[in-house]
């Protein structure tokens, strides 16, 4: 199991909360946190440890999630 810094941590989390500001309010639910969340850190187990490539990785993949969900 991969191992993550405190800092980097708390990055994937900010990175998380400023996707889920883009996802609109009706549709933000815990499951579309928990897919977007996962993108996230699939992105950082690959080695993407900036803040802006960690939003965009789940910023890349709202519209596809919801329009599983629609």
């Excluded at 996707?19 to 950082?44: N, R």
Aim: aromatic share 4%; charged share 20%; hydrophobic share 45%.
């Amino acid at each position: 199991m991969q191992s993550y810094s405190p800092e980097l941590i708390q990055m994937m989390r900010a990175a998380l909360d400023e996707v889920m500001t883009k996802v609109p309010l009706e549709q933000a639910t815990p499951g579309i946190k928990a897919a977007l969340a996962e993108y996230i850190l699939k992105a950082a187990a690959e080695g993407e440890t900036d803040y802006e490539s960690l939003v965009a990785a789940g910023s890349d993949q709202i519209h596809t999630l919801l329009s599983m969900v629609t």
